[in-house]
């Protein structure tokens, strides 16, 4: 509508593997207790090619037992370099 976009989105990753390791060494552990399942929520909002998005995990980071039951939110700015597409 005269230039402002808004999208909603939902979405279901799935994590791979993950590694981590100390500062300095070379060896790689396995990072565990995140959960292998993720989806979460977003919404952008945004006026020509500008915008911003916040996007909620709706499942929780860690597996139970691994920590506290925290949801991940993410927040950000959007460009799109091509006015013809929508975000």
């Not at 691994?66 to 929508?86: E, Y």
Request: aromatic share 12%; charged share 20%.
């Amino acid at each position: 509508y005269h230039g402002v976009r808004v999208a909603a989105n939902i979405s279901a990753e799935w994590l791979v593997g993950s590694h981590w390791r100390y500062k300095g060494d070379k060896d790689k552990l396995k990072a565990e207790g995140f959960n292998k399942f993720r989806s979460a929520v977003e919404l952008i909002i945004g006026y020509r090619s500008l915008g911003a998005f916040v996007s909620y995990g709706i499942t929780p980071m860690l597996i139970k037992g691994a920590g506290n039951q925290a949801h991940t939110l993410t927040a950000g700015f959007v460009i799109c370099l091509d006015s013809d597409l929508s975000f």
